[in-house]
């Protein structure tokens, strides 16, 4: 087997219905807070190292909320950025509280989701906010609760010129076609990775409008079976893991956007490289196949 390499970054992609374009391969800045993404940063000048890092390197997607740290992801983007570079697309998500143990709660009422906003706007120091995804369900995946209230709450934010535009995360996919029939949706972020792909027929259906699909966990949950395989094709390709995994990502349907985190430069830069990796079809074959492999 062998790879060759393509766009950096993964090329570009452009939200429906917006001016806003954005290389494929972003970052998300959920683990520039503490451990359990809770507290400050171990290193203060190594996070907003990354994030500097990430731009000059062709970085225009960055993905954050201000219930990080609480508050402190947002804080140090605006320390290490603002003021912002033209075309940088800053994605926060709403619809969640910690707890004083760091614990995660559902956040939904209406006057919650209005706070959550401008909290969002007051430490990133912006005006408006470029999208805005509503975060669903539970800790343990999306449920189907009826979003009308919660969507009414950001169409509202977005006359008023706080809120651009909306996205949804955590979601299943008849919550996306109700969402979708209520009002526009540019993006949906949801558990998905080569080894957990529930939501294949969801990003082909979003693929067909153009509405972006932002997975997270790239390499989270594999079994040990599963991991062997990734390992295996990785070897073959020259490359780690998670940059096949990426890989994978990138050329499995192209309305999907990725946005890996990490707190190190050195980590920050092999992700990125992994937007110019291009698998091979026999190693495409080996990844596809991880699904249907379980292990003790």
């Given at each position: 087997m062998s790879s060759t390499h393509s766009t950096p970054l993964g090329g570009s992609f452009t939200f429906p219905g917006t001016s806003l374009s954005v290389n494929r391969l972003g970052y998300g800045a959920m683990q520039l807070a503490g451990p359990?993404?809770?507290?400050?940063?171990?290193?203060?000048?190594?996070?907003?190292a990354v994030l500097r890092e990430a731009v000059a390197a062709g970085v225009n997607h960055i993905d954050t909320s201000d219930i990080y740290g609480p508050h402190v992801t947002n804080e140090i983007i605006q320390k290490a950025l603002h003021p912002y570079a033209e075309g940088l697309v800053i994605v926060t998500k709403i619809g969640f509280r910690r707890g004083e143990d760091a614990s995660w709660h559902p956040s939904h009422t209406s006057e919650e989701l209005v706070t959550q906003v401008h909290d969002n706007l007051k430490r990133l120091q912006l005006d408006s906010l470029d999208i805005v995804n509503l975060r669903c369900g539970t800790a343990h995946g999306p449920n189907e609760d009826v979003l009308t209230e919660r969507l009414d709450t950001l169409v509202d934010l977005q006359r008023q010129g706080l809120v651009k535009h909306i996205g949804l995360s955590n979601v299943s996919a008849a919550q996306v076609r109700a969402a979708r029939a209520q009002t526009d949706i540019v993006c949906v972020q949801n558990l998905y990775n080569v080894a957990h792909r529930a939501d294949d027929a969801l990003i082909a259906e979003l693929a067909k409008d153009g509405i972006?699909?932002?997975?997270?966990?790239?390499?989270?949950?594999?079994?040990?079976?599963?991991?062997e395989a990734l390992n295996e094709v990785a070897a073959a390709a020259e490359a780690t893991p998670m940059q096949v995994a990426l890989a994978w990502l990138l050329q499995h349907s192209p309305n999907i956007l990725l946005i890996p985190g990490t707190s190190s430069v050195a980590h920050l830069r092999e992700n990125l490289a992994a937007g110019s990796l291009r698998l091979s079809a026999s190693m495409t074959a080996t990844l596809d196949g991880i699904a249907g492999k379980t292990g003790p």
């Amino acid at each position: 087997m062998s790879s060759t390499h393509s766009t950096p970054l993964g090329g570009s992609f452009t939200f429906p219905g917006t001016s806003l374009s954005v290389n494929r391969l972003g970052y998300g800045a959920m683990q520039l807070a503490g451990p359990g993404v809770f507290g400050p940063p171990r290193d203060l000048d190594a996070a907003i190292a990354v994030l500097r890092e990430a731009v000059a390197a062709g970085v225009n997607h960055i993905d954050t909320s201000d219930i990080y740290g609480p508050h402190v992801t947002n804080e140090i983007i605006q320390k290490a950025l603002h003021p912002y570079a033209e075309g940088l697309v800053i994605v926060t998500k709403i619809g969640f509280r910690r707890g004083e143990d760091a614990s995660w709660h559902p956040s939904h009422t209406s006057e919650e989701l209005v706070t959550q906003v401008h909290d969002n706007l007051k430490r990133l120091q912006l005006d408006s906010l470029d999208i805005v995804n509503l975060r669903c369900g539970t800790a343990h995946g999306p449920n189907e609760d009826v979003l009308t209230e919660r969507l009414d709450t950001l169409v509202d934010l977005q006359r008023q010129g706080l809120v651009k535009h909306i996205g949804l995360s955590n979601v299943s996919a008849a919550q996306v076609r109700a969402a979708r029939a209520q009002t526009d949706i540019v993006c949906v972020q949801n558990l998905y990775n080569v080894a957990h792909r529930a939501d294949d027929a969801l990003i082909a259906e979003l693929a067909k409008d153009g509405i972006a699909y932002v997975p997270f966990f790239p390499l989270g949950g594999f079994s040990p079976l599963q991991s062997e395989a990734l390992n295996e094709v990785a070897a073959a390709a020259e490359a780690t893991p998670m940059q096949v995994a990426l890989a994978w990502l990138l050329q499995h349907s192209p309305n999907i956007l990725l946005i890996p985190g990490t707190s190190s430069v050195a980590h920050l830069r092999e992700n990125l490289a992994a937007g110019s990796l291009r698998l091979s079809a026999s190693m495409t074959a080996t990844l596809d196949g991880i699904a249907g492999k379980t292990g003790p």
